[in-house]
């Protein structure tokens, strides 16, 4: 997923609880399911981020070409500017863009 092109908040705001209990009927493993996906997406934007990063890396750095990478600079506040993670899983679940699964709760159901 393209995770710059997501609109949504990049400030939280309060929302209601049952919205999360919906898909879950349990507000805790909601919240399980979205710390999951929260890991997952800021991983995404690390190693995406990274990945950008090393093609301005120099070998022999001096002192005026590591404060004067316009370019990097413009990289990072790029990804600082975007949603937080846990915004973007929000977003995601409430959208119900986001895939999941109990197996605790499906071994139950099939033994009854």
């Given amino acids: 997923m393209d995770y710059k092109k997501v609109k949504t908040n990049t400030k939280a705001i309060s929302l209601d609880v049952v919205e999360f209990e919906k898909d879950t009927n349990n507000?805790?493993?909601s919240i399980a399911v979205l710390t999951k996906r929260a890991n997952q997406i800021g991983?995404?934007?690390k190693e995406?981020?990274?990945?950008?990063?090393?093609?301005?890396?120099?070998?022999n750095d001096t002192l005026?070409?590591?404060?004067?990478?316009?370019?990097?600079?413009?990289?990072?506040?790029?990804?600082e500017r975007l949603p937080k993670p846990t915004l973007l899983a929000?977003?995601?679940?409430?959208?119900?863009?986001?895939?999941?699964?109990?197996?605790?709760?499906?071994?139950s159901e099939d033994n009854f």
């Fill in 27 to 29: 507000i805790y493993e």
């Fill in 48 to 59: 995406e981020l990274n990945e950008k990063v090393s093609e301005f890396q120099v070998n």
């Fill in 90 to 107: 929000i977003h995601e679940f409430l959208k119900d863009e986001v895939y999941f699964r109990n197996p605790v709760k499906e071994d």
């Fill in 64 to 79: 005026e070409e590591i404060f004067e990478n316009r370019e990097q600079i413009e990289v990072a506040r790029f990804y």
């Fill in 43 to 45: 991983l995404d934007l």
